[in-house]
């Protein structure tokens, strides 16, 4: 079945320490997108990549980092610099010229 | 930037209609999107209307835009308690990047 997978479901991290979302997806869309989502604001861009290679930083990226080094792949990276890291992290895709953005089923981080 | 306000909470009794509603800013905005989001879930594309468009029907859900007060609302008739969950309303622009900006999402509680 084409989708969009995100692992682990659930991840608590220490203080300070860095940690690395996984997202893969196999519906062989272009863009990719990371998302944050907290309690009464919605969603907010953190980077979104438009194709291999490439990525570009979203409204609150200070603190992320990303790479696209395969079209199926965009693994976010959330480091000691991000200042309030507990959050539900969404990661989402699109076919390069179509609109529509397919989410994964998200990953919730508390860090501890 | 764009700007897409909704309201935080609804509550509707088994049965009847649900209408949801969202304001956006930006009239450039040429997608407008509504997604579900069930608890500890990621999003659910429902449907979509492009902007040169004034209503679409799919089921139990119709959506109806007024472009020149760039109001969106999403209505869900004989709603069920599966209808509970997060709706997110999203404005987006088209060429190439997909640029979307979401609303804060409403809460439909249905009341059996």
């Known amino acids: 079945d084409g989708g969009i997978t995100q692992s682990p479901k659930y991840l608590f991290r220490k203080e300070g320490q860095n940690v690395t979302l996984s997202c893969e997806q196999n519906?062989?869309?272009?863009?990719m997108y990371w998302y944050r989502q907290d309690p009464g604001q919605g969603l907010r861009l953190i980077y979104y990549?438009?194709?291999?290679?490439?990525?570009q930083k979203g409204d609150i990226a200070e603190g992320y980092s990303v790479s696209r080094e395969k079209k199926e792949s965009f693994p976010l990276t959330v480091t000691s610099a991000q200042k309030n890291p507990t959050a539900f992290y969404l990661c989402?895709?699109?076919?390069?010229?179509?609109?529509?953005?397919?989410f994964g089923p998200g990953t919730r981080l508390t860090v501890l | 930037g764009e700007d897409v306000e909704q309201s935080l909470f609804l509550s509707v009794r088994e049965g009847d209609s649900s209408v949801i509603n969202c304001t956006y800013t930006d009239s450039s905005s040429t997608y407008l999107y509504w997604y579900k989001q069930e608890p500890g879930a990621g999003l659910q594309l429902l449907t979509y209307?492009?902007?040169?468009?004034d209503m679409k029907q799919d089921q139990r859900l119709t959506v109806l835009l007024n472009k020149k007060d760039k109001h969106l609302s999403l209505r869900i008739a004989d709603t069920q308690t599966g209808d509970s969950a997060i709706y997110f309303c999203?404005?987006?622009?088209?060429?190439?990047?997909?640029?979307?900006?979401f609303g804060i999402g409403t809460k439909l509680q249905v009341i059996p």
């Open positions: 519906l062989n869309h272009d863009a």
């Open positions: 209307i492009f902007s040169n468009m």
């Open positions: 990549s438009q194709i291999v290679n490439d990525f």
């Open positions: 999203a404005a987006g622009l088209s060429g190439g990047y997909q640029k979307v900006t």
């Open positions: 989402a895709s699109s076919i390069e010229q179509d609109d529509e953005q397919f």
